[in-house]
């Protein structure tokens, strides 16, 4: 065991690291809260604390899959910088976004087209032989249709409209939200601890994200309006799958990651409009990360390998 490899996977909730033996033996597993530099003032220095001290070998290969990660833009440097800061110069290390590893850990690096949905969401859609192609993931100015923000956001907008107008019909469904809050359900309270609620939230965008959760509840307890809101999004993301398809000019199969794609009527509808069940994801996006690292480091990557790989996560 003279060498490990590294990967990460850097979300807006959650962010992890695996560390990977060359037989495929999982050494050090960690996890920290979520790395997103577009809404976490703090995602340096979460990425630096994850990093530190993190392998009992010395390290080859890192494949870093992080949120709002490309290349192309000058803000990415500074994701660069942190980890090359972290990991030192001897590590090769390549970067990427989290969705890619996502998509990769998904087809066991074959071709298909992953839809992530969470805090955020982008279509990722890999056929092997171009370059990969991006729908979505505009972020929640421009974008972000059927993401956990988009869904919460859309269940506070009904909220605050029952506050304007009390309606009736619109009640139950404002009521279960207020309480899911945590705040007065009565309507003459409910707006200024409404107020109050948003300007003490330290990440704005993952509270509202967090909202998705209630809502799925509520949808799975037979809740019209969810059930509503969720096929609403779930009309995005399929339409976004489907336009994949059409500029790949092939209909890949899809799969999904995600907190929103733990909806079952997410889940059902996007089939449906698709045309047919996702492929169920063969590996997490870290496990993704870590068998992209592997074969760069010029690791033999087989079956016994990924057996190994797969093991070691599920123990997490």
Do not use: K
């Given at each position: 065991m003279d060498d490990a490899i590294l990967a990460v996977d850097g979300g807006g909730t959650r962010t992890r690291a695996v560390v990977v033996a060359r037989d495929g033996h999982v050494l050090v597993q960690r996890h920290t809260g979520g790395s997103n530099p577009y809404d976490k003032v703090d995602w340096a220095e979460t990425l630096t604390h994850l990093l530190r001290d993190i392998s009992p070998v010395p390290l080859r290969t890192a494949m870093i899959g992080l949120a709002g990660y490309s290349a192309q833009r000058p803000s990415s440097r500074m994701q660069e910088e942190v980890?090359?800061?972290?990991?030192?110069?001897?590590?090769?290390?390549?970067?990427?976004?989290?969705?890619?590893?996502?998509?990769?850990?998904?087809?066991?690096?074959?071709?298909?087209?992953?839809?992530?949905?969470?805090?955020?969401?982008?279509?990722?859609?890999?056929?092997?032989?171009?370059?990969?192609?991006?729908?979505?993931?505009?972020?929640?100015?421009?974008?972000?249709?059927?993401?956990?923000?988009?869904?919460?956001?859309?269940?506070?907008?009904?909220?605050?409209?029952?506050?304007?107008?009390?309606?009736?019909?619109?009640?139950?469904?404002?009521?279960?939200?207020?309480?899911?809050?945590?705040?007065?359900?009565?309507?003459?309270?409910?707006?200024?601890?409404?107020?109050?609620?948003?300007?003490?939230?330290?990440?704005?965008?993952?509270?509202?994200?967090?909202?998705?959760?209630?809502?799925?509840?509520?949808?799975?307890g037979g809740c019209a309006e969810a059930v509503q809101i969720l096929r609403q999004a779930a009309g995005f993301l399929s339409s976004q799958v489907m336009t994949a398809r059409e500029r790949l000019g092939q209909p890949l199969p899809w799969s999904h990651s995600g907190s929103v794609f733990l909806s079952r009527t997410v889940i059902d509808t996007v089939s449906h409009q698709v045309g047919e069940a996702p492929q169920a994801p063969q590996f997490s996006a870290l496990g993704g990360g870590a068998m992209r690292a592997a074969r760069l480091a010029g690791w033999d990557v087989d079956g016994p390998w990924l057996a190994r790989l797969r093991a070691g996560l599920l123990r997490d």
């Open positions: 980890i090359r800061t972290a990991l030192g110069p001897a590590v090769a290390i390549t970067m990427c976004s989290d969705v890619e590893i996502a998509c990769i850990g998904a087809f066991a690096d074959g071709p298909g087209i992953l839809a992530l949905a969470g805090t955020g969401s982008v279509i990722w859609a890999d056929d092997r032989r171009n370059p990969p192609l991006r729908i979505g993931g505009w972020g929640y100015m421009l974008g972000d249709e059927g993401s956990g923000y988009w869904i919460g956001s859309v269940a506070l907008g009904r909220v605050v409209h029952f506050l304007d107008t009390r309606h009736r019909e619109e009640a139950a469904f404002a009521t279960r939200i207020l309480e899911a809050l945590g705040l007065p359900i009565d309507p003459d309270a409910a707006g200024e601890a409404l107020l109050e609620w948003q300007r003490v939230q330290d990440h704005p965008r993952s509270a509202i994200a967090a909202l998705a959760h209630e809502v799925n509840r509520l949808a799975d």
